[in-house]
């Protein structure tokens, strides 16, 4: 089955810097790779995704990346603030399927 | 609409007790996901269903738990009996074909001491 590995598990940054999460996945059917932010007491929420046949997607201060070849993919927080601070998921979900595969989480810290 | 609604928020049981998790899936979508939550393990899936068929249920740790839907807009998670070990965060998340971002609910808390 599909395997994602999540690096680093914390990462602390200072408010407007930039904070970079990376990926990798297993499953070369993967196609469709979600990120989602999880704040304290509350369930992941979905922030932004990416398709294989694109190589990044922006959304305001978020971007991802993928690369496929090399089964990577990246999360990219730019101007940091500290509502920026949770816990981040990467995942993907193969071809023809419904069931997502969650990395373990990244805990970002933004300090004022 | 109110989202994935799931109950209790919190649970604090002793151990050897039956536990019941309750979801509510949003209105129109045709898949439900339960997933665990541990610090050591990250997000779990345990089972999950379309169109209230059990797809897969290869994450169900053991028999002790077992997950239902008996319709479109609600489904139970059980854990008879329940051990210190079962101590997670339970999600339960929603989907409809062709939209592959879940929603997730706020999820249930367990504690058996």
């Known amino acids: 089955g599909e395997n994602v590995e999540?690096?680093?598990s914390t990462l602390s940054v200072q408010e407007g810097d930039s904070a970079v999460i990376?990926?990798?996945?297993?499953?070369?059917?993967?196609?469709y790779f979600p990120w989602y932010?999880?704040?304290?007491?509350?369930?992941?929420?979905?922030?932004?995704?990416?398709?294989?046949?694109?190589g990044e997607k922006k959304d305001q201060r978020i971007a991802v990346t993928l690369n496929k070849t090399a089964k990577h993919f990246s999360l990219h927080i730019t101007e940091t603030q500290p509502e920026d601070s949770a816990?981040?998921?990467?995942?993907?979900?193969?071809?023809?399927?419904?069931k997502v595969t969650f990395g373990i989480g990244t805990k970002l810290q933004v300090i004022p | 609409d109110a989202g994935v609604i799931q109950s209790p928020r919190h649970e604090v049981t002793e151990?050897?007790?039956?536990?019941t998790l309750r979801c509510k899936p949003i209105s129109g979508h045709d898949y439900l996901f339960w997933y665990r939550q541990t610090m050591m393990r990250g997000l779990e899936l345990l089972i999950y269903f379309n169109?209230?068929?059990?797809?897969?249920?290869?994450?169900?740790?053991?028999?002790?738990?077992?997950?239902?839907?008996?319709?479109?807009?609600?489904?139970?998670?059980?854990?008879?009996?329940?051990?210190?070990r079962d101590s997670a965060v339970y999600f339960c998340a929603s989907s409809r074909q062709g939209l592959h971002g879940?929603?997730?609910?706020?999820?249930?808390?367990?504690?058996v001491v």
Not at chain 1, 22 to 31: E, F, P, Q, V
Not at chain 1, 39 to 54: A, F, H, T, Y
Not at chain 1, 87 to 98: D, S
Not at chain 2, 52 to 70: L, W
């Open chain 1, 6 to 8: 999540q690096h680093p």
């Open chain 1, 22 to 31: 990376k990926c990798t996945y297993s499953d070369s059917a993967s196609n």
């Open chain 1, 37 to 54: 932010k999880q704040e304290l007491g509350k369930g992941p929420q979905l922030i932004i995704d990416i398709r294989s046949n694109v």
């Open chain 1, 87 to 98: 816990v981040y998921f990467c995942a993907a979900v193969r071809k023809g399927y419904q």
């Open chain 2, 15 to 19: 151990m050897g007790q039956e536990v």
């Open chain 2, 51 to 84: 169109n209230n068929v059990p797809i897969d249920d290869s994450g169900m740790p053991e028999d002790r738990f077992s997950a239902k839907m008996p319709n479109a807009s609600f489904s139970t998670l059980k854990i008879q009996p329940s051990e210190p």
């Open chain 2, 102 to 111: 879940y929603t997730f609910g706020s999820g249930t808390r367990l504690t």
